[in-house]
């Protein structure tokens, strides 16, 4: 039961993650304007190294680009009727 539990909690989480990257991509393909400005910000902010957590407070454009989809596109509809 536990292994079961367990893979359902990371079975949801990837694919809500897959959903959210899904979405993203999308958009990025649609609008090649906004991917290209958060393309430039994130070769201006972060450049050749890796990234860190603590680069999303210097890229506000790549950071309201993302939660837009979010608000757009949501993974799971907020308005749904409970019995």
């Known amino acids: 039961m536990l292994v079961g539990n367990v893979s359902s909690f990371f ?7 897959r959903t959210s990257i899904d979405w993203l991509l999308l958009v990025a393909a649609g609008y090649p304007d906004v991917r290209k400005k958060v393309q430039n910000e994130i070769d ?34 907020i308005n749904i009727l409970r019995t």
């Open 11 to 17: 079975g949801a989480g990837s694919e809500t993650v």
């Open 44 to 77: 201006r902010v972060i450049g050749d190294r890796s990234p860190v957590w603590d680069d999303n407070k210097n890229m506000p454009y790549t950071m309201a680009v993302i939660w837009e989809v979010f608000r757009w596109k949501p993974i799971n509809p």
